[in-house]
């Protein structure tokens, strides 16, 4: 009798205890999707260009297809960075996500057979006649991962690139003329210096300065050099004209005052606040920069490319994929469909993105029309660079690393070229 | 006293073995372990076993892994990085561990003997309170707090520096790769104190106050009675703060990412957060998973050392 209710007892507590582990493993309906749900995921700030276009082509989604649903989770950039090839591998996987685009991440799941060839698709809704030959680089990828050839992965809605963004009135109150060129922008930050403000606005913990030192870079660069580096097409050497340049160029700054040494350990958005609070006259960054300064810089500003390059970084945005798990393909083609139509990419065009399929003549706010303008600039000649930390996986904590040690003087240029070219080198394909 | 206190329940805990078996409470007690056993073999024993597999190849967390055998092992023995990041292990040892538990104990003293007994035990527990309030806080509101109050331009401590004259003395505590280390330590100090303090004072309530009545009527003071009655008496507490502060310090990650990233150039990298970002950025999986296997094994065998000395200095108590 003892012995039969100890095993219930046993039974019973087994059975607890292994409901609770698995209540506790899974649970959620995260992994839950049917025919009538569209499970979309992207990591775009509501109030952004790319936010809200998405947002107006869910409505739009949900009006052409009555009873469909979509299921929106926001995510983080981050989140979906780190954990996409273990989501994209599991039953859990959304039917459309945003994705970052290049060799390292959508190559990388491209390379595994995570993502859904989207080629005929392509083809057959006309999306490769709508985006241009630089955008549509980052949609396509080999067998390798390597971008710019191949199949069709994924789908960028948006370009980005990256501006001098001046504050004119900074300019204007210590009497220093706006530079158009290379020469005149050096000289513009030396005046400055000599007046006790730290020209540029930087951020040494984060993509910024390594973006500073890629462009430096760019400017003794052309589109063979970027294919070496970016695509593998021939042996990229570190201690090579361009990237000497920009190393021994970027350290000088330093010295000269041009950058804070301060900012060794500031972020993005330390930086961005620093500019719009009217601190530092001059920012180098992105495109995702432009509607927030056009809500939040109280003063007069202007952008520029950067002088005396032909290139600069820039490529198309982020890009839509579909994963190889999804099982509502069909809807997720249609909704990328959407957000190609030219009422999403107008809107987009005037919250201050750069779109890839507009009508020019639609986007009317004047500083959408600039920022627009310059990037057919950019593309027109060829320009668009891609990004430094594309090529090797985890290459940009590498590049944030590296570039902290030479701006805290701790390592020379050659070093840092030296320790670059082990990280890429380790990293990169060998075909 | 205190030791007929313990050899009572030592015999109490004889006569019990030594008495009839009474299965039936025991298999009971039984059944409660048993789903924290399924938990703890689901959630640590299971993904441990995994991650041991997974360092053993050079997976990148997609596709097929490739057996390397100890291949992750040897690259990590000549890895500088890692240890660079565990001399910096060392220092968080310092800042986590022994700093705290020393100023933990001199703090606990003065509260309960001092401040308790001429201020009233009320101020002693609202201090406390105050002490312990950086443990409540979660560690990413703390270190985005203290990323403001060390920045380098209109940070609060350079603009105290500044307001007080010691201009001379500001300085780039998280962006100088000299300082940087420094400076996470002064944080990690601030973040750990109140847990010492909360179990000295706690271990401080069952010490005999007949001792330091006894003590302070043959005429010693403040620093002999902690000295030879405080510090003998609350020795078990001691060897359980120091055992689990020096884990905490040896795994540390939260702070270390939310404060520098490992940066500048590495120069605040520890274990955990190297083989975080080994594992997500580099997103070399199996090499990651051999740098968290081997911190565990370190862990494993310091908790081990730990619990040896400890015991043996309990019994030499005992006897």
Redesign the interface.
């Known amino acids: 009798m ?1 012995t039969a209710r ?1 095993r219930v ?2 039974a019973m ?2 059975l ?3 409901s ?2 698995l209540t ?2 899974g649970g959620s309906d995260g992994g839950s999707s049917d025919a009538k749900t569209l499970k979309l995921w992207h990591y775009e700030g509501p109030d952004s260009a790319m936010g809200v276009a998405w947002n107006e082509a869910i409505k739009e989604f949900e009006a052409k297809h009555p009873g469909i649903k979509v299921k929106f989770e926001e995510k983080g950039f981050e989140q979906i960075q ?1 954990t996409a ?2 989501i ?2 599991s039953s859990d996987a959304p039917d459309l996500m945003e994705y970052n685009k290049g060799n ?1 991440t959508a190559g ?2 491209a ?2 057979g ?1 993502l859904t060839d989207l080629t005929a698709e392509a083809t057959k809704r006309g999306w490769d006649k709508k985006l241009s030959a630089g955008v549509r680089t980052t949609s396509m990828y080999d067998t390798s991962g390597v971008m710019g050839s191949g199949k069709w992965f994924g789908v960028p809605n948006y370009a980005e690139y990256t501006m001098v963004f001046y504050n004119k009135a900074l300019f204007k109150k210590y009497g220093i003329t706006e530079p158009k060129t290379f020469d005149e922008l050096t000289a513009a930050m030396d005046e400055f210096v000599a007046k006790g403000v730290t020209p540029l606005a930087n951020a ?2 984060e993509y910024m300065a390594q973006q500073y030192l890629y462009q430096l870079a760019l400017s003794k660069a052309d589109r063979s050099w970027v294919d070496k580096y970016e695509l593998y097409k021939g042996k990229t050497d570190f201690h090579d004209a361009a990237w000497t340049y920009a190393a021994n160029t970027f350290a000088d700054w330093v010295k000269k005052g041009y950058i ?7 972020k993005a958005e ?1 930086a961005g606040v ?1 500019w719009i609070q009217g ?1 530092a006259p001059i920012l180098f960054s992105g495109s995702w920069w432009y509607g927030r300064f056009q809500t939040e810089a109280k003063f007069d500003w202007d952008t520029t490319l950067w002088p005396g390059s032909t290139m600069s970084l820039g490529s198309g945005g982020n890009i839509w994929v579909v994963p190889k798990n999804a099982k509502n393909k069909d809807l997720a083609y249609d909704f990328i469909d959407i957000t190609m139509s030219k009422k999403i990419q107008n809107l987009l065009g005037n919250k201050g993105g750069i779109p890839v399929a507009a009508d020019t003549s639609a986007i009317t706010d004047p500083k959408s029309k600039q920022l627009i303008t310059n990037f057919n600039t950019l593309s027109g000649r060829d320009g668009l660079a891609f990004y430094p930390d594309w090529p090797v ?2 290459f ?2 590498v590049l ?3 570039t ?2 030479l ?2 003087g ?2 020379k240029p050659d070093s840092y070229l030296s320790a670059l070219q082990q990280a890429y080198d380790k990293g990169a394909p060998t075909k | 006293m205190t030791v007929t206190v313990e050899r009572d329940a030592r015999a109490v805990g004889k006569r019990r073995q030594t008495g009839p078996r009474r299965p ?1 409470t025991r ?2 007690y039984a ?2 372990l ?2 924290g ?3 703890f073999t ?2 640590i024993v299971v993904p441990f076993l995994m991650n041991t597999g997974v360092s053993f190849t050079d997976w ?4 097929s892994p490739k057996w390397t055998g100890l291949a992750n092992y040897r690259e990590l023995m000549d890895d500088s990085e890692f240890w660079a990041s565990f001399r910096h292990s060392l220092f968080m040892v310092v800042a986590m561990a022994a700093v705290p538990t020393m100023t933990g104990l001199v703090l606990a003293a003065a509260l309960f003997d001092y401040i308790g007994k001429h201020f009233g035990s009320r101020w002693a527990a609202i201090l406390r309170a105050c002490f312990y309030l950086p443990q409540v806080l979660p560690i990413a509101v703390a270190g985005i707090v203290w990323s403001w109050i060390l ?3 209109n940070g609060s401590l350079n603009e105290l520096l500044k307001a007080i004259g010691l201009s001379s003395w500001q300085q ?1 505590w ?4 000299d300082i ?1 280390l420094y400076s996470v330590m002064g944080v990690m100090v601030w973040v750990q104190i109140g847990f010492p303090l909360v179990v000295f004072m706690a271990g401080l309530q069952r010490v005999d106050p007949q001792l330091y009545e006894a003590a302070e009527l043959d005429g010693a003071g403040w620093w002999r009675r902690f000295w030879h009655i405080t510090l003998p008496q609350i020795r078990p507490e001691i060897y359980v703060v120091l055992t689990w502060c020096t884990i905490a310090a040896l795994k540390v990650f939260g702070a270390v990412y939310v404060l ?7 120069a605040t990298d520890v274990p955990s957060y190297f083989s975080f ?2 594992f ?5 999986v199996g090499y990651g998973a051999a740098i968290s296997t081997l911190l565990t094994v370190i862990i494993l065998a310091l908790s081990v050392v730990f619990l040896k000395l400890q015991t043996r200095a309990e019994e030499g108590d005992r006897t």
Request: aromatic letters at 4%; proline letters at 6%; hydrophobic letters at 35%.
């Open positions: 003892l100890r007892m046993t507590a087994a607890l205890g292994g609770l582990l506790a493993c780190k090839p273990m994209l591998n390292a990388a799941l390379k595994q995570l040494g913990a804070s040494k301060k900012s060794t350990s500031t330390d620093s601190k996986n985890g940009y904590d944030v690393s590296e902290q040690k701006m805290t701790s390592e | 039936r298999d009971s059944l409660f048993l789903p056993i399924l938990a689901a959630i990148q967390g997609i596709g920045a380098p331009d780039d998280l962006g100088d790769p940087a520098t990233k490992g940066g500048p150039g590495g970002s080994t997500f950025e580099k997103t070399q």
